[in-house]
C-alpha cells in the first residue's frame, strides 16, 4: 500500500456494531484506526487490538486532542432505536444532533478534510417509490430519523461553507457478524430480527414476534432489505477512497436491491439452525413501512461498490457468532 493510500482515521462510536467492523477492515487495509467511544452502547473488546480512546463527543478537550493528524473522520456514534426515540426524543436530538454539531465543529477546528457519516433510510419515511433512490423526499416519520436527517443538513451547510468533504451512507438493514466468529452484533436491548430469531432458536428467547401479518406484501409480512454488516464496512472504505481522490461530496443507498418478507428470515434462520422458530403475531407497529428497499446503482457507479452475501450467508455468519463467543453470557453482561 502506498503512502497516498493509508490514512489515520477516527472512528466515532468504533466500538460498536458496523463501527467494529469498519474498523477491523480498514486496519487490514494498511489504515492507522483509532476508535473514539464512550461506552454508553459499545463494548470495549469489539475494538481489541486498536488504539481506543474512552471518550463523549461532548468533551470538547479529549474529541479535539483525538482529532489531531487525522485525515479522516468516519461517523457512526448515535442512538438508533426508533421506538425509544418516540418515546424520549430529547435523548436522540441532545445526541444524534447536539453532540454531533460538537463534533463537526472540533473537525472543522483541527482542519480534517474528509468525514464519512453513518446516516439510515429512515431519512426517507413512508418511500414513494420502491426500490428508493437517493433523490427521492426526505421525510422521516419519527425522531430517530429526523435526528439523522438534521444531521446531514448540517453536513451538506459545513460542506457549502467550510469546505469539509463527505461521504453520508443511508443504510438499509445491517445484519449479520464477521466470519471470523470473533465480533457480531450485541445490543441491549435487542431489536433486530435477525439476532432475536437466533436468540429464540439458540433457547435465550422464548419466541419471536411479527408485528402485523396483513400487509400488502405477498405473505402479509413487513419487507426489508438486509445487508451484510461487513459489505457496509467495504462501502466505507470505498467512500473513504473515493473522497481521498475526488473534489466531491457524495450521498449514495447501500443495499442489495432485494427484499425479503419476515417469514422468508424466519424460513432462512430455521434453516441454517435446525430449530423451529416459535412465533406469535402481535398488532403492527405504528409507522412501519410495508416495504424498504434499496436502489443502491449510485454506489456501484460511484464507489464501485455493491453487497455479495446472500441472506444465507447473512444468518450463516450470526449463527457462527453467537455460538463461537458465548453470546448469551457476553448479552447479559451487555
Not at 431489536?191 to 411479527?210: D, K
Not at 461487513?230 to 473515493?242: G, P
Not at 449514495?252 to 417469514?263: A, D, E, M, Y
Amino acid at each position: 500500500m502506498s503512502k497516498q493510500e493509508s490514512a489515520k482515521i477516527l472512528l466515532t462510536g468504533g466500538a460498536g456494531y458496523i463501527g467494529s467492523h469498519t474498523a477491523r477492515l480498514l486496519a487490514q487495509h494498511g489504515h492507522t484506526v483509532v476508535i473514539y467511544d464512550n461506552l454508553s452502547t459499545g463494548h470495549r473488546f469489539l475494538a481489541d487490538g486498536l488504539e481506543f480512546i474512552q471518550g463523549d463527543l461532548r468533551d470538547r478537550a479529549t474529541l479535539g486532542h483525538a482529532l489531531q493528524g487525522m485525515d479522516a473522520v468516519l461517523h457512526f456514534a448515535a442512538h438508533a432505536y426508533v421506538e425509544e426515540s418516540v418515546r424520549d426524543p430529547r435523548k436522540y436530538f441532545e445526541n444524534n444532533v447536539s453532540a454531533g454539531l460538537t463534533l463537526l465543529s472540533a473537525v472543522v477546528e483541527a482542519q480534517v478534510p474528509h468525514f464519512v457519516f453513518s446516516s439510515s433510510c429512515a431519512v426517507y419515511g413512508l418511500p414513494g417509490e420502491i426500490p428508493i433512490p437517493e433523490k427521492a423526499p426526505r421525510l422521516p416519520i419519527n425522531p430517530y430519523g429526523a435526528s439523522k436527517l438534521a444531521f446531514e443538513h448540517a453536513l451538506e451547510a459545513y460542506g457549502r461553507a467550510y469546505g469539509l468533504r463527505f461521504a453520508i451512507l443511508r443504510y438499509f438493514n445491517a445484519a449479520g457478524a464477521d466470519e471470523s466468529g470473533e465480533i457480531g452484533e450485541l445490543h441491549e436491548p435487542e431489536t433486530h430480527l435477525i439476532p432475536r430469531a437466533l436468540e429464540v432458536a439458540s433457547g435465550l428467547r422464548r419466541e419471536f414476534e411479527i408485528y402485523g401479518s396483513e400487509y400488502p406484501t405477498a405473505d402479509g409480512t413487513c419487507v426489508r432489505d438486509y445487508i451484510h454488516v461487513n459489505d457496509l464496512a467495504e462501502a466505507h472504505r470505498l467512500a473513504l477512497n473515493y473522497l481521498r481522490g475526488s473534489e466531491d461530496s457524495l450521498t449514495v443507498n447501500l443495499g442489495t436491491g432485494l427484499g425479503n418478507s419476515i417469514l422468508e428470515v424466519l424460513s432462512a434462520v430455521e434453516e441454517v439452525t435446525g430449530q423451529v422458530i416459535r412465533r406469535r403475531v402481535c398488532p403492527p407497529r405504528a409507522g412501519d413501512p410495508a416495504v424498504l428497499i434499496a436502489d443502491s446503482r449510485r454506489a456501484r457507479e460511484l464507489l464501485g461498490w455493491r453487497s455479495c452475501r446472500s441472506l444465507h450467508q447473512i444468518v450463516a455468519s450470526a449463527w457462527n457468532w453467537i455460538q463461537s463467543r458465548n453470546y448469551a453470557a457476553l448479552h447479559k453482561d451487555a
